[in-house]
């Protein structure tokens, strides 16, 4: 990918980018605002733990990428074939809200948003909404 893990700049807009990313198709991407019958929300603290200071590979319905979540509540974003974008997040009421700042493929950018936190259905995932999350290699 070529961003190094002390390019706070480059992490910061990978991480971002990849969540708007897979939310933007219409901004319901992610899907309904509700868990999946059954699905176990997480504490703020267990959202940070799993996320900060990592890498992490998703999937949303029409888009991949790949996004860093650092420490200090930033992160870089990039979204497959579309390019980078900085954005914010935090963990809330178990959910993981993310904002992207507006890039040549994402106009205005997105605000705020939240989506339930979840383990995954396969064994080392998570899922926000309709996109899951695996740790990039």
Do not use: H
């Not at 190094?4 to 971002?16: I, N, S, V």
């Not at 899907?31 to 999937?59: C, D, F, N, V, Y």
């Amino acid at each position: 990918m070529g961003l190094r893990m002390t390019d706070k700049a480059g992490w910061l807009a990978l991480g971002l980018l990849g969540f708007v990313v897979a939310g933007c198709s219409g901004m319901d991407g992610f899907g309904s605002k509700t868990p999946e019958p059954g699905a176990q929300g997480m504490t703020q603290a267990e959202i940070r733990s799993i996320l900060e200071g990592k890498s992490w590979r998703w999937t949303g319905p029409t888009n991949t990428g790949t996004t860093l979540y650092a420490a200090d509540g930033t992160s870089l974003v990039e979204v497959d074939g579309k390019g980078t974008t900085k954005g914010k997040w935090m963990a809330k009421d178990g959910q993981l809200c993310e904002s992207f700042d507006p890039a040549p493929w994402l106009k205005g950018g997105v605000p705020m948003s939240c989506y339930p936190f979840t383990k995954g259905t396969t064994p080392s995932t998570y899922q926000a909404g309709k996109a899951v999350f695996s740790v990039a290699s």
